[in-house]
């Protein structure tokens, strides 16, 4: 009999933990469910790895459970069309699993929208890198005229204030019912650094740190194989290298020789300057299994289109990097773009080492999920 009394306490007492909160929504605009206690949103960001959290922005669990209620909430766009998960979905690694994104007013965007996990271990933001502080960053597609169309963003505080749950959101997290733009931009900023994600395959074999080697003896043959040319004969780390698989230098920008002539110039139409042309960030790979399409425009539909790109596809272009060139160490002389000699099978072992990059917590868990979807 006292078997069944604890555990029915016990079933109680998870009960009680699950129970969640419905705000009350506002006219013709939904309300978010949240739970009654916050979500935990501290992260641990591993040794060697970029933290650009600053001083005045850390991440609170109030805080970064308001920059969640706005990531998801579409009334930031002008029209209640789009929220930022509309082109950042959960499921697809925060990326969008199309090449160009659909805006407020169904205008595609420029560019595929890329993943914006790990944004706490960035150096820059945007192909182009323009931006460089996330809390500069989360506001410029909510103002942009094909994204949300929010141009005039004195509107925007206004109109969430107008809600039964916002000024209540805003003084859990900040100690006033207060709404400015500069408040939404710090909590969605909290929210975003917070999608730490390093809990995948890879990481628990310690191939990066490790060079290559699976220590922890976890992987595949096709995966350990794979591993090993990432880090050795394709030479995939010189380029997305570290924990983040991504690098840490403001020299993680390429131009890897898509075209020979490229229609989107990237840096180099940013910073106009010709010598950037064709130059773009080069993304982490993180979840890189889950993100297609594949590179600022969205041409490659899967990793083995991009594997092959780099093994025989890459083009002669003035300004590609030197990674890239025969001249840059790979046994030649030349500035011809460099061949990596793979076979069908390479091919296939690298791709599956990629997938093992994948971690199912941040892409599954419910702290990083629409709390406006039915309940």
């Known amino acids: 009999m ?46 060697g ?23 998801f909430d579409k009334q930031l766009s002008i029209n209640n069309a789009n929220a930022c998960a509309s082109c950042h979905h959960q499921e697809n690694g925060f990326a969008d699993p199309v090449a160009k994104s659909r805006g407020f007013e169904g205008e595609l965007t420029s560019r595929n929208s890329m993943s914006i996990i790990n944004a706490a271990n960035e150096n820059s933001y945007f192909w182009d890198g323009r931006t460089d502080g996330l809390e500069e960053m989360v506001l410029q597609p909510v103002r942009h005229q094909i994204e949300m ?13 107008k809600t039964a749950y916002y000024p209540e959101l805003f003084k859990k997290a900040f100690g006033t019912t207060e709404i400015t733009s500069d408040r939404i931009s710090l909590a969605m900023a909290q929210f975003i650094r917070s999608m730490s994600s390093y809990k995948s395959l890879a990481d628990e074999s310690g191939v990066a740190r490790n060079w290559g080697f699976d220590s922890a003896n976890v992987l595949n043959t096709a995966q ?80 083995k289109d991009v594997v092959n790109h780099y093994n025989k596809g890459v083009n002669k272009h003035p300004n590609l990097d030197n990674r890239l060139r025969n001249s840059g160490g790979w046994g030649g002389s030349d500035d011809n773009p460099r061949r990596l000699n793979l ?8 791709v599956e080492f990629l997938k093992t990059i994948t971690d199912k917590e941040v892409t599954t868990h419910a702290r990083f999920s629409d709390p406006f979807a039915a309940k």
């Open 224 to 303: 350990k194989a794979g591993a090993q040319l990432f880090f050795g004969q394709a030479g995939c780390a010189n380029c997305h290298s570290g924990t983040n698989f991504r690098g840490m230098t403001d020299n993680d920008i390429a131009n890897i020789g898509l075209d020979v002539a490229y229609t989107d110039n990237g840096i180099g139409a940013f910073k106009n300057d010709d010598s950037k042309n064709g130059v773009f960030r080069i993304p982490s790979l993180r979840n890189i299994a889950l993100t297609a399409p594949y590179m600022h425009d969205g041409r490659f539909a899967t990793l």
């Open 149 to 161: 169309g929010m141009e005039k963003m004195d509107v925007l505080p206004a109109k969430l204030a």
């Open 343 to 350: 076979t069908d099978n390479d091919v296939n072992n690298l």
């Open 49 to 71: 790895t970029i933290d650009n959290t600053p001083s005045h922005n850390p991440i609170s669990d109030d805080g970064a459970t308001l920059g969640r209620v706005l990531f």
């Open 2 to 47: 006292k078997k069944i009394i604890v555990f029915s306490l016990l079933g109680i007492g998870a009960l009680t933990m699950m129970q969640c909160t419905k705000f009350t929504s506002t006219g013709s605009a939904p309300a978010p469910t949240l739970p009654s206690t916050a979500f935990h949103y501290a992260i641990n960001i591993p040794n």
